[in-house]
């Protein structure tokens, strides 16, 4: 059994995320329609609700992978309404993807690597010697000890169960310093013990962030999140914590019963 969330959205900070009827229409079909979110700093929140609620569509408008129709999204407080996908992310707004994006045949270390570059300008500093990627060397081994991933460092990233390749995808994504961490469905695909493994990290790597996931595997959900936002049809149907929300009749109706649908 997981362990309980160590607080609550009571005992957080302020907002540092927030959505203002947020919409998005599609040739006249609204996909997300007047969705309110208050995500605070410091918090799990996750966002849950069955086959085609939006939970998805609502991950690409907050980090502005898709323009939203109508609303508007506030960071630390800034409207980032108009701020591409590459500058939220760098102002710390950070998301993963449903599908683990790692380098299969890259070492592990290389991978974490790769994704230091970015923040220390290294990317495109092509001229610059091989050695100048040893001096990542030890950021990139304190993340894949965060992850628990040190011990393979030299392992090509292909060898790695599906469940570690999403630490190691996780480990990447911390990379780039993130203050608020969105996570689609991190433990999608996952075994047992990988569910448990990966719950563990990101309960670690909560500390001193804010993490807003996607998830549909309930038990992780009340164990780990303090705030949960329930959509149905691209609205919000219900929020608070887990006991709170389950006890919604509406929640019940909807999604209660169909934890393994797909967004």
């Not at 323009?67 to 701020?83: C, E, H, K, N």
Request: glycine share 8%; hydrophobic share 40%; charged share 25%.
């Amino acid at each position: 059994m997981l362990s309980s969330p160590t607080g609550s959205a009571e005992r957080t900070g302020d907002v540092i995320l927030a959505a203002e009827g947020l919409t998005k229409e599609f040739r006249g079909f609204a996909a997300v329609r007047d969705v309110n979110l208050k995500v605070h700093a410091g918090s799990i929140h996750a966002l849950i609700g069955p086959n085609g609620a939006g939970k998805t569509t609502v991950f690409n408008l907050l980090t502005r992978f898709m323009p939203a129709t109508r609303g508007r999204i506030l960071y630390r407080g800034q409207d980032i309404g108009r701020t591409g996908p590459a500058k939220v992310a760098r102002q710390g707004l950070v998301r993963s993807f449903q599908i683990s994006a790692v380098f299969p045949h890259l070492t592990v270390l290389d991978n974490v690597r790769v994704a230091l570059q970015r923040p220390r300008h290294l990317a495109t500093q092509w001229w610059r010697p091989l050695s100048t990627l040893r001096s990542l060397d030890d950021r990139a081994m304190e993340l894949l000890t965060a992850v628990q991933l040190a011990d393979k460092a030299d392992l090509t990233a292909g060898e790695l169960s599906y469940g570690r390749k999403r630490a190691l995808e996780l480990a990447t994504t911390l990379a780039l310093d993130p203050q608020v961490l969105l996570l689609d469905e991190p433990m999608a695909g996952m075994g047992h013990e990988d569910i448990h493994h990966v719950a563990d990290l990101i309960r670690q790597v909560a500390k001193g962030r804010t993490v807003l996931m996607v998830e549909h595997n309930l038990n992780v959900v009340s164990q780990l999140c303090d705030t949960i936002t329930v959509l149905a049809r691209g609205e919000i149907l219900a929020e608070g914590t887990y006991t709170q929300v389950s006890a919604d009749p509406q929640v019940r109706e909807a999604y209660m019963g169909s934890e393994d649908d797909d967004d």
